[in-house]
């Protein structure tokens, strides 16, 4: 994928110094003809077409800020309501994820999900303890974090 950015980089430059006059929009419009040049050139290159993870990370942080905003409106409204009534516990989750990068990435978008903290991580890099403030509550939540978050993150690193 760096090989990719770089030659895209090259192309746009490339026209826009032979362009009459140097300008952000003849950079752009050499940045979009070096897309379809890597476009059409993508079975010659080992990885996929690098757009497509472009979007895949973009994906990755708006769902990162959505689950931020979320899980600190629900923390807030925990924190102001005049009797605490929680329930903290600990739970274990499974994954199917691998290497360190996946295992480290699930775990600190885990750790935003409302009133859940990763723990530990099992040596095999598997099973996840999690200590949740309202556990039948946070631990549903989690769940469901986890699928979003796996997917995203497969996407963006596979």
Do not use: C
């Amino acid at each position: 994928m760096p090989i990719q950015v770089l030659i895209n980089l090259f192309i746009a430059f490339l026209w826009m110094f032979l362009q009459d006059e140097w300008s952000v929009l003849s950079f752009f419009s050499g940045y979009l003809v070096g897309l379809l040049v890597l476009f059409s050139l993508r079975r010659f290159f080992p990885t996929s077409f690098y757009p497509k993870k472009l979007f895949a990370f973009l994906n990755l942080f708006l769902l990162f800020i959505q689950e931020s905003i979320s899980s600190s409106i629900d923390i807030i409204r925990e924190v102001i309501r005049p009797k605490i009534n929680v329930t903290p516990g600990i739970f274990r989750m499974e994954t199917d994820l691998e290497g360190d990068l996946e295992i480290t990435l699930l775990a600190l978008l885990l750790t935003l999900t409302p009133g859940s903290v990763v723990m530990e991580v099992s040596p095999d890099n598997k099973v996840f303890y999690l200590h949740a403030l309202n556990l039948p509550e946070s631990k549903n939540a989690v769940f469901q974090s986890q699928v979003r978050y796996e997917k995203a993150i497969k996407e963006v690193t596979r």
